[in-house]
Structure formats: C-alpha cells, structure tokens
C-alpha cells in the first residue's frame, strides 16, 4: 500500500482562519505532486490529517476551484485540476503585471527611510542564509515595494501571492542567485526614481519566477512523461 499524501499537520487558525490554512495545505500538495492531477480530493483524511471539521474544508476546496488548481463536480466532489507549465508561467505573470505597478509606483513615491530599508534586505538577501531565511528576506524585500501601492493593488498581490506558493522551488538550485541580480535590478530603478525601469525589472522577475516554477514541478514529476512531450511539441509547434 502506498503512504497517504495526506501527513497530520497541525495548524492553528490565523487570521484568514481555518479555511485559509486548509486551502494553503492542499494548495501545497497539489503543488509539490502529493496529489496527482485528476485525483480525487479526500475531505475525510485532510479532516483526519489537520484535526478540523467538514465546514472549513469545504470552504477551502471552493476557493481552490476558483484558483483554477481544483475541479468541483456537484455530488462526486473535487478533483485536482489539470494545470499545464503555461497555467504556472501566465500566472506569475499576471503577479508580475500587477507588481510591476507598485514596483514603479515605489520608484515614485516611495520614502527615503523605506528606500534604505530596501536596500538593508537586499545586503541581507546577498549575503547569503538558510532557505528560510531567503524567503522571509524575499517576503520582506517585496513587503516593502508593495507599501507604496494602493490597498487595492495590494490586495490583489497578496491575493496572487497565496495563489501559488514559492517556498517549493525558490532557493533551490541557485535560483537565489539568480533572484539576487532580479532584485538588485527592481531595487537600482528605485534608487533611481526610475518608475520605467522599476516596472520592466519586476515583471522580468516574475516571468523568471514562472519558468523556474515550471522547471521545478517538472523535476518532481508533477506532469506526466505524456504530458511533458505534449507541451514540448506546443512549444516547438
């Protein structure tokens, strides 16, 4: 008998509640191949696995669906979706399009003091820590960007954020060192005031966060062999 992807995993409610944490821990398993596309979702064993009731992961697996990573069908339940690597790349790019926009509305607007809080994370970012370091260091360099963006702007990021987690590809095989140069770019046009050069930086971020997205879930087996020679003949099509 094969292990359950469904580990126990307690979770404690935050403030998007019980029903974010669940959309996060399935989110997650999609993501990292746990679940397998075309896979019935298993409401009892996540109920079993996080400790919760039926109520917030029903909630959650709506959510999902309108993420586009789950499909609902009425009285027979949820099924991973099918996502293909251009689903992942058009997503962080729609993230780069929307982060753009407060990238370049910081290289206008933002404060002198936030300026140099910037470039404190970025010294940080450079030197170098442990995986986890390097996302809360990310989190933070991108935090401080988004402060200068509207609460609707930044709204819809943290809404697109969660959408697709990084932490199962981002530092991994020397993509940060690769994002080191993405944000040394995005941080020089806001040094200097160049709003322009701030937007085109980010989105060229995003856009390399997608392919090494796509790269990584293909490394873990999230496509098929089928599949990949599929979107390779796309590709070369």
Known sequence: MSESPYRPTPIGARRGGLA??????????ILTGALEPGVKVDQEAISQALGVSRSPIREALVGLGKEGLLDITPRRGAFVARLTPEDIIDHYELVG???????AMAADALKEEDVEALEAVHDQFVAGASPADLQVLNDDFHRIINTAAPRRTRWLLGHLARSVP??????TDGWNAKAVGHHAAVLAAIV?????????????????????????LRRRGFWSDHDSNS????ESA
């Open 20 to 29: 974010a944490d669940v959309a996060d821990y399935v989110r997650g398993l």
């Open 231 to 234: 979107d390779m003949d796309k």
């Open 97 to 103: 399009i929307v982060s753009g926009r407060a990238a």
């Open 166 to 171: 990084s932490d199962y590809y981002e530092f």
């Open 192 to 216: 200097g005031r160049d709003a322009d050069g701030a937007r085109e930086a980010m989105e060229r971020h995003l856009h390399e966060s997608g392919v090494a997205a796509v790269a990584e």
